[in-house]
């Protein structure tokens, strides 16, 4: 079942591929065929959530497609990330439909790059490995980067794409340099041998640091937030929902599965600072 969450974006993308953009018909046709795709999606996302069990806090419906001497691309879901990958089904067709009447140059490349997006974000949720949840966490960056550069409105949005691009990107830095040491002190980055494995709290302190910068700037947290209303003001209508409704989430579905779940000992140590700039944050926006 999750495997076809994955494929359905990519397969529906391959059939739109052959059709040709050269009528105003064909442009719409293809606008149709893109939100159908995105609407079965939704539709498996319910049956899964139907089927789930919520009885207990295993993973459900694993499924492995390979094993890699660094990684393991096996993929599931729990009581955490089932909502997530909801969420994200639910906002794909609507941000498709937000720009239907707008968008009418380059159409294909714009609907296949959120059907794109729609299984990239659902594999970031349903990965069970580390690595490869930093390779889905910082895949959406290029796909929407070329989107608000190509189809934004503002006179601004290169600068703004690529701030959100630079901004993301060097945050993330530090999160693959705590992965890069959980592998070097565990020998894997698969979620249930780190949850299994005893961490000192010396050592959670140093990689829950990594981890909460990536996540403060995706989120984003003060002193973070420069890039934001940047990018929402100069993105498409459609970028925009898509942010704010389930990119932007990836941080907090990052606390809660990283943070709290990998390093309850240092999350606890922290607590006091993330409620100072949490409360901070909310200031700030408010006097922005």
């Keep these: 079942m999750l495997q076809l969450l994955l494929l359905i974006p990519l397969l529906g993308s391959c059939l739109l591929l ?20 995105s609407l079965i999606n939704f539709i498996f996302s319910i049956f899964l959530w139907i089927q789930f069990d919520s009885n207990t806090s295993d993973y459900q419906f694993v499924y492995e497609f390979s094993k890699l001497s660094f990684c393991h691309f096996n993929i599931g879901v729990d009581g955490i990330s089932l909502y997530y990958v909801l969420l994200t089904t639910f906002i794909t067709p609507i941000a498709l439909i937000s720009n239907y009447d707008t968008i009418n140059k380059n159409v294909k490349f714009f609907v296949i790059s959120f059907l794109l997006l729609e299984t990239l974000q659902i594999a970031l949720f349903v990965v069970l ?21 190509v189809y934004g409105s503002g006179e ?70 420069g890039w ?18 389930t990119i932007l989430k990836f941080a907090t579905y990052g606390f809660l599965r990283v943070l709290i779940n990998f390093l309850p000992d240092a999350t606890n140590y922290f607590s006091p600072l993330v409620q100072t700039i949490a409360i901070v944050t909310l200031i700030y926006a408010s006097l922005a």
């Design 18 to 37: 052959l059709i040709p953009e050269n009528t105003i018909e064909n442009k719409n046709k293809i606008k149709n065929i893109a939100l159908i795709i």
């Design 129 to 149: 490995d580390l690595f490869l949840f930093y390779i889905f966490f910082e895949s959406v960056l290029p796909v929407l980067f070329i989107i608000i550069v």
């Design 156 to 225: 601004n949005r290169i600068r703004s794409a690529l701030l959100f691009f630079l901004y993301t990107l060097a945050g993330s830095l530090f999160m693959l340099l705590a992965i890069l040491q959980i592998y070097s002190n565990i020998g894997s980055t698969d979620f249930i041998l780190i949850s299994l494995s005893e961490i000192s709290l010396e050592s959670q302190k140093v990689l829950w640091l990594g981890f909460f910068l990536a996540f403060a700037v995706k989120t984003p947290l003060w002193p973070f937030t």
């Design 228 to 245: 934001l209303y940047r990018a929402h003001s100069d993105a498409p209508l459609a970028a925009s929902i898509l942010l704010a409704g």
